[in-house]
C-alpha cells in the first residue's frame, strides 16, 4: 500500500477563497482523522469518522470547517471561506481499529494570505 | 505579552549517547499510549507502541516505559544517531469511552543530536 495520500502538498489562496482538501486513507482502514499542526498550538485533532461515521468533530474550529467522507477510501476537508488564520499543515491519518497506531499522511501545507 | 507559541522542551544529545525522553499524560483512564517521530516536512511516524497492562516494552534501540500511578510515558533511545533528530510527540488513547480511537498528542519534545 502507498500509505496514507493527501492532496495537494501545498495550498496557496487568498482570504475568502474556498480551500478542499483531500486524503485517501490505507485500504482497509476504519478509522479516519484529520489534524492541524501550527506553531502556536501543535498537533491538533479537528475531527474522526469510524467506518465512513463522524465520531467526534469537537475540534472543529468553526462552521467554516467540513469534512465529509463520502466511501472507505475518500475524505476532504473543506474551509469555505478560508482565512489567513488557517495558515497551517493538515494532516490526514487513518489506523485500522481503535487499539492500533495511526498512519500519517505527508500532510497539506495550507498559506492563505 | 505577545504569544510566540509552544515552547517545545528540546533534548540535545552527542551521537551515540542514550536518549530519554519524558511525557506525562492527562487522562487516568487512558489504555493505550503511542510514540511517534516527526520529521521536518514530514508526517508524525510511529516508533512504539504500549497498552496499560504493560509497564515496559521494547524494540529496536527503542524502549517505552509507563508508569500509571503517576501517569508518565518515557521514550529511552539507545546509542542515538543523527537520523533520529525529529520532533517526538507521545499519544493516549482511551478506548474504552464513546471516543474509543480517538489519540491526544502531547506538545511534542525536540531531539536534536550532535555528530
Known amino acids: 500500500d502507498a500509505g496514507v495520500i493527501q492532496s495537494p502538498r501545498h495550498e496557496v489562496t487568498e482570504m475568502g477563497q474556498e480551500v478542499t482538501l483531500r486524503c485517501k486513507p490505507i485500504?482497509?482502514?476504519?478509522?479516519l482523522f484529520w489534524y492541524r499542526q501550527t506553531m502556536m498550538r501543535g498537533l491538533e485533532l479537528l475531527i474522526y469518522?469510524?467506518?465512513?461515521?463522524?465520531?467526534?468533530d469537537s475540534g472543529m474550529p468553526e462552521d467554516r470547517f467540513s469534512a465529509k467522507m463520502p466511501n472507505a477510501s475518500f475524505s476532504t476537508l473543506k474551509i469555505q471561506p478560508s482565512e489567513p488564520r488557517d495558515s497551517a499543515v493538515y494532516f490526514c491519518?487513518?489506523?485500522?481499529?481503535?487499539?492500533?497506531?495511526?498512519?500519517f499522511g505527508q500532510g497539506t501545507r495550507l498559506t492563505v494570505v | 505579552g505577545e504569544s510566540v507559541g509552544l515552547h517545545l522542551p528540546t533534548l540535545s544529545v552527542q551521537e551515540g549517547d542514550n536518549s530519554i525522553i519524558n511525557c506525562a499524560y492527562s487522562?487516568?483512564?487512558?489504555?493505550?499510549f503511542i510514540w511517534y517521530k516527526q520529521e521536518s516536512g514530514k508526517g508524525p511516524q510511529f516508533i512504539i507502541d504500549?497498552?496499560?497492562?504493560?509497564d515496559k516494552r521494547q524494540g529496536q534501540r527503542v524502549t517505552v516505559l509507563l508508569n500509571k500511578t503517576v501517569k508518565h510515558l518515557s521514550l529511552q533511545i539507545a546509542a542515538t544517531q543523527p537520523g533520529d533528530s525529529a520532533v517526538y510527540f507521545c499519544?493516549?488513547?482511551?478506548?474504552?469511552?464513546?471516543?474509543?480511537?480517538?489519540?491526544?498528542f502531547g506538545d511534542g519534545t525536540t531531539l536534536t543530536v550532535k555528530p
Open positions: 485500504s482497509g482502514h476504519d478509522y
Open positions: 504500549i497498552r496499560s497492562n504493560m
Open positions: 469518522f469510524n467506518n465512513n461515521v463522524p465520531i467526534d
Open positions: 499519544a493516549e488513547n482511551d478506548n474504552l469511552n464513546t471516543n474509543a480511537g480517538k489519540s491526544t
Open positions: 491519518a487513518s489506523s485500522f481499529n481503535q487499539g492500533t497506531e495511526a498512519f
Open positions: 487522562n487516568s483512564a487512558s489504555d493505550y
